[in-house]
């Protein structure tokens, strides 16, 4: 009985003084096999398979490649933040040659991989990319290259 009045006082918008307690007051909504709702991405018939996009080249440049870390050694107060406000994250270059958001490929060396311009380098590098690597490791292997890239 003292279980009871608890309930009702702590869950007075939920029960009158005229009912008592019922688990099925509590209990989810029980819907039959037909009135369940059915999500079109349930559905074989409506999915859409989304074909690769094809790049198209719009500007070749030759450039010196280096490589980069988010070491406090190289980089400003912010490490870990690019020009463009992103967190760092592979695919990510840095060039004061192209306008942020510029989509390129190096095909010499990554193939076929897109990186994005989000980050910049000191104003003395006027024509220069450099990739980012999580690793101090990678990017001295990756070294500086002079070679091609494409604006896609």
């Known amino acids: 009985m003292f279980n009871y009045i608890a309930l009702a006082i702590t869950t007075a918008s939920f029960i009158t003084s005229s009912t008592?307690?019922?688990p099925a007051i509590f209990e989810a909504p029980r819907f039959e096999k037909e009135s369940l709702p059915t999500l079109a991405?349930?559905?074989?018939?409506?999915?859409?398979?989304?074909?690769?996009?094809k790049y198209?080249?719009?500007?070749?440049?030759?450039?010196?490649?280096?490589a980069y870390t988010s070491r406090p050694e190289e980089t400003d107060s912010t490490p870990f933040i690019t020009a463009s406000g992103s967190y760092v994250h592979n695919g990510i270059v840095a060039t004061n040659a192209l306008p942020i958001g510029t989509l390129i490929?190096?095909?010499e060396h990554f193939g076929d991989r897109i990186f994005r311009v989000e980050d910049r380098m000191n104003a003395r590098y006027t024509n220069n990319l450099d990739v980012w690597f999580?690793?101090?490791?990678?990017?001295?292997?990756?070294?500086?290259?002079y070679t091609t890239i494409e604006v896609l």
Not at 41 to 53: E, G, H, M
Not at 56 to 66: A, D, E, G, I, P
Not at 134 to 140: F, I, T, V, Y
Request: a positive charge; charged letters at 30%.
């Open 56 to 66: 198209v080249v719009r500007n070749t440049h030759k450039m010196w490649v280096t």
């Open 134 to 145: 999580e690793g101090l490791k990678d990017a001295r292997k990756f070294g500086k290259k």
């Open 20 to 22: 008592l307690y019922t």
């Open 41 to 53: 991405s349930q559905n074989p018939a409506t999915l859409t398979i989304k074909k690769p996009v």
């Open 105 to 107: 490929r190096i095909p």
